[in-house]
């Protein structure tokens, strides 16, 4: 079973402070990966995806991984109430299922003004 | 942008009835598209693969013959709950991916599926 792992949170940091949200993986021979932003009631929305080793910048936030130790993150800078919700890593699955996806449980983020 | 829609947003059904429920892709062409499921406080898990004029690929556990698939089309895909129960009621989910982009799946808003 290839599994994704993240913390379930609640998350819970100030308005304005950075918000770091982490991801775990056992696929090691999955390649690519994103984040998900999930609102209550809504369906994901895509943040950003990272294939290479490192950081990648995008606005006010970071994603990185680290192949080796399986691991991608997610840094949201200046963090806002509008940023609260549950942030999915999605991991891609293997070629049987084309692009498909394996997610995450999903971490609940919440910003305080 | 790359805007995925479905209908209906929201059945509601008696147990015993099918739903159809259709997405498309609206300005873009996609030869794949997936579908997944949602069930409360879970995250979403995939039920098939739905590939332009051929055969869905469904995952473990999903039932082909009560989840109908059929991609007619480089821009609609539907999904066909046959015979709906309780157990079924549930977010569905669809998602398209662009061509020439591939591995960067596109979602729909989702259809909330409640089976009395």
């Known amino acids: 079973q290839k599994e994704v792992e993240q913390n379930s949170g609640p998350l819970s940091v100030p308005e304005g402070a950075i918000a770091s949200l982490n991801c775990t993986y056992s696929?090691?021979?999955?390649?690519?990966f994103f984040w998900y932003r999930q609102y209550s009631g809504k369906s994901p929305e895509l943040i950003m995806f990272?294939?290479?080793?490192g950081d990648k910048e995008d606005g006010r936030f970071t994603a990185q991984l680290n192949k080796a130790s399986q691991y991608v993150s997610l840094l949201i800078r200046d963090s806002q109430p509008s940023d609260s919700a549950t942030y999915l890593c999605?991991?891609?699955?293997?070629?049987?299922?084309?692009?498909?996806?394996?997610f995450g449980k999903g971490t609940s983020l919440l910003v305080t003004p | 942008g790359a805007v995925v829609s479905q209908h209906p947003s929201w059945v509601i059904c008696k147990s015993g009835t099918s739903v159809k429920i259709e997405c498309r892709s609206l300005?873009?062409?996609?030869?794949?598209m997936f579908w997944y499921r949602q069930f409360p406080k879970q995250s979403l898990m995939l039920m098939a693969t739905?590939?332009?004029?051929?055969?869905?690929?469904?995952e473990q556990g999903v039932e082909k013959d009560k989840f109908l698939i059929n991609h007619a089309s480089l821009t609609l895909s539907t999904l066909t709950v046959t015979s709906a129960h309780p157990e079924d009621s549930s977010f569905y989910i669809c998602?398209?991916?662009?061509?020439?982009?591939?591995?960067?799946?596109?979602f729909g808003p989702g259809t909330r599926l409640l089976v009395l």
């Open positions: 999605a991991v891609n699955m293997d070629s049987n299922s084309g692009y498909a996806l394996n």
């Open positions: 990272i294939y290479s080793n």
């Open positions: 696929d090691r021979g999955s390649q690519s």
């Open positions: 300005d873009f062409q996609a030869t794949t």
């Open positions: 998602s398209a991916v662009r061509q020439g982009a591939l591995e960067t799946q596109y």
């Open positions: 739905s590939n332009e004029g051929s055969k869905a690929t469904y």
